[in-house]
């Protein structure tokens, strides 16, 4: 009896496998809210927060919604896998099932991938205010001018141990992730009001070269000298992300709020990723002597709350 015959079909069922079972960079998610799209683009009207409560005098002062916002255009996305019917019809080891597998893998590495490149050009994009995401200049209504690309001098930190830009100590890291938090929890609202002052969840995202510090600023009950570590004293949920994609930063951390109801980001989706098949039996099959298998999908990602987010630079 000869060996099975490999088929499309498997390999559909391998891809949809693999998708199910790979949700994707597990950051994700909390630095940004999905939110589903129905048309060519959409508009995200940042309306301002909430009134704070006041003493009752000569009535009710009602306070109305501010207009800024932000519009995200979807953009088709693919990626095509092409393999020749030869190779097909003689894979006896699984490599094409691998190769479904792994187009999976990328699919869902997609969203790591916008929000990595918003990340990376934060410094030098506006976002719904007009100012840069990462930025010095943001104000609305009473807020006053507020910064979130803050820049710290590690070599006049009270640590007993100390490092470069490029290679901070556990000490200075853990000082530069309380700083970044310090400077969230004292934003302050278009009615004046602190904007984070129930924020107690975030994530602090690096570079690889960034690792060893940032794991050991986040975990380390002691830092190298002796001394206790401030950032595990606090009340807060730090979570450390290594974040491959952003090699460029080599003495920059984000921090971001992640327990907020709005996020840094938004991940926007007109139509989920499918799997189109060119296979056994297609015209392109028949004119080509290949196969091609294609994920399709109409999507975008784009800055949402500058609020909860923080650049910080590492400078001496």
Not at 246 to 268: E, H, N, W, Y
């Given at each position: 009896m000869g060996a099975e015959v490999l088929s499309s079909r498997a390999v559909q069922g391998k891809f949809y496998e693999t998708l199910a079972v790979n949700e994707g960079r597990s950051w994700v998610e909390p630095v940004s809210m999905y939110i589903p799209s129905d048309q060519e683009s959409e508009t995200y009207k940042w309306l301002g927060m909430s009134p704070a409560m006041r003493e009752w005098i000569a009535g009710r002062n009602p306070k109305g919604l501010r207009n800024n916002g932000i519009t995200i255009e979807n953009k088709h996305f693919e990626a095509t896998l092409r393999i020749r019917e030869e190779d097909f019809r003689r894979d006896k080891t699984g490599q094409i099932l691998i190769r479904a597998a792994e187009l999976a893998d990328r699919t869902q590495e997609h969203w790591a991938s916008l929000i990595s490149t918003l990340i990376l050009n934060g410094a030098a994009t506006v976002c719904y205010d007009g100012d840069y995401f990462f930025g010095d200049a943001h104000a609305e209504g009473d807020s006053g001018t507020q910064d979130n690309n803050i820049s710290i001098d590690i070599s006049a930190m009270a640590t007993?141990?100390?490092?470069?830009?490029?290679?901070?100590?556990?000490?200075?890291?853990?000082?530069?992730?309380?700083?970044?938090?310090?400077?969230?929890?004292?934003?302050?609202?278009?009615?004046?009001?602190?904007?984070?002052?129930?924020?107690?969840?975030?994530?602090?995202?690096?570079?690889?070269?960034?690792?060893?510090?940032?794991?050991?600023?986040?975990?380390?009950?002691?830092?190298?000298?002796?001394?206790?570590?401030?950032?595990?004293?606090?009340?807060?949920?730090?979570?450390?992300?290594?974040?491959?994609?952003?090699?460029?930063?080599?003495?920059?951390?984000?921090?971001?709020?992640?327990?907020?109801?709005?996020?840094?980001?938004?991940?926007?989706?007109?139509?989920?990723?499918?799997?189109?098949?060119?296979?056994?039996?297609?015209?392109?099959?028949?004119?080509?002597?290949?196969?091609?298998?294609?994920?399709?999908?109409?999507?975008?990602?784009?800055?949402?709350?500058?609020?909860?987010?923080?650049?910080?630079?590492?400078?001496?």
């Open positions: 007993g141990v100390h490092g470069s830009i490029t290679l901070p100590s556990v000490g200075e890291m853990a000082i530069c992730i309380l700083s970044g938090i310090s400077q969230i929890l004292g934003y302050k609202d278009d009615q004046g009001e602190p904007f984070n002052d129930l924020a107690q969840t975030f994530t602090v995202m690096a570079a690889p070269s960034l690792m060893a510090p940032l794991l050991g600023a986040c975990s380390n009950q002691f830092l190298a000298a002796g001394e206790s570590n401030p950032l595990i004293a606090g009340n807060f949920k730090v979570t450390p992300v290594v974040n491959s994609r952003l090699t460029t930063m080599a003495s920059q951390i984000c921090v971001f709020r992640t327990d907020g109801r709005a996020k840094p980001f938004i991940r926007q989706e007109e139509k989920a990723v499918e799997l189109i098949m060119l296979a056994e039996g297609s015209e392109h099959a028949k004119i080509n002597g290949e196969y091609l298998f294609g994920v399709d999908t109409w999507r975008n990602a784009g800055y949402g709350l500058w609020q909860h987010a923080c650049l910080v630079t590492l400078a001496n």
